[in-house]
């Protein structure tokens, strides 16, 4: 690190995001890097969902007598701390307690209490990123005997883990597949809401089946703008071309054409062989 950095942390206190662990003894050299590493990569999933690009996660000189270590978020044209961590430490928070409440399988599956709990769709993409759970496991992976608690704190805020709910963060993720009817490449008609429609991004929310998939208009020379219609019917039809990366990867959609339902129409799922 260079002088900026080290004036950087003496004046930028609150800019910071603070890992502290609280052990009777010493810890692991293995853990703690660990631990590092875990914190690294639940930061850098949240700063993904929230957007903020150009940045690199730097770790600050480790306190004399403490585990407490220092994350700051660097832009990488300057080597200026980023303004509204507060975002990204309320992620984190929420992130966590999901966790906490339903455990991984639950949180990271998206099970129907979860959608009930959470209002906020960036922490819904969070539960469902692989590395941000594995991260998390990282950093909750010290806790013992020894280490009954770990906080992280920004600012005034304090997230703490405590050992007794440790259990919640190692459930075995059940690889089920998510909408196996929607399959890469296919052109599919299927029931739903829409949510949203994002004139800026170019998309739009379709509720399908309790989840919400990303719609992007079949070609540019089409406005996701034109659909604006139909947000205020409850269910409509929409056909689309499924694009998706695996089958455990929520599937997005390039809308061709979408269109009311009369009744008696049907809710249920067809495909263009």
Same mark, same amino acid.
């Given at each position: 690190m260079n002088d900026t950095a080290s004036q950087l942390f003496a004046e930028n206190g609150n800019g910071l995001i603070? #890992? @502290?662990?609280?052990?009777?003894? $010493?810890?692991?050299? %293995?853990?703690? $890097?660990?631990?590092?590493?875990?914190m690294q990569s639940c930061l850098e999933e949240i700063a993904k969902i929230a957007k903020l690009e150009g940045l690199e996660i730097v770790v600050f000189p480790v306190e004399d007598g403490s585990f407490k270590t220092i994350f700051a978020f660097i832009k990488k044209d300057g080597w200026k701390i980023v303004v509204g961590l507060d975002i990204v430490f309320n992620l984190l928070n929420n992130g966590f307690d999901v966790i906490e409440h339903f455990g991984t399988n639950k949180a990271h599956n998206l099970d129907?209490?979860? #959608?009930q709990y959470v209002q906020n769709p960036n922490v819904l993409a969070l539960c469902q990123s692989k590395n941000f759970i594995y991260g998390s496991q990282k950093i909750v992976g010290p806790l013992s005997e020894n280490i =009954? %608690?770990? =906080? @992280?704190?920004? $600012?005034?805020?304090? #997230?703490? @883990?405590?050992?007794?709910?440790?259990?919640?963060?190692f459930e075995e993720l059940e690889k089920e597949s998510i909408f196996p009817e929607l399959r890469d490449g296919a052109t599919v008609t299927i029931a739903g809401e829409i949510t949203r429609i994002n004139k800026g991004y170019g998309d739009l929310g379709f509720k399908y089946k309790e989840r919400t998939l990303k719609c992007t208009t079949f070609d540019f020379e089409t406005s996701i703008t034109q659909y604006h219609e139909f947000l205020e019917d409850s269910q409509v039809l929409l056909t689309a071309i499924v694009k998706r990366d695996g089958p455990y990867d929520l599937?997005? #959609? %390039?809308? @061709?054409s979408i269109a009311k339902i009369e009744p008696p129409n049907q809710t249920s799922i067809f495909e263009k062989e």
């Open positions: 603070s #890992l @502290i662990y609280p052990p009777d003894d $010493g810890m692991y050299a %293995k853990s703690v $890097g660990e631990a590092i590493l875990g129907t209490e979860v #959608l =009954e %608690k770990v =906080e @992280i704190r920004y $600012g005034e805020g304090t #997230l703490e @883990i405590k050992c007794e709910n440790k259990q919640k963060y599937p997005e #959609l %390039k809308v @061709i």
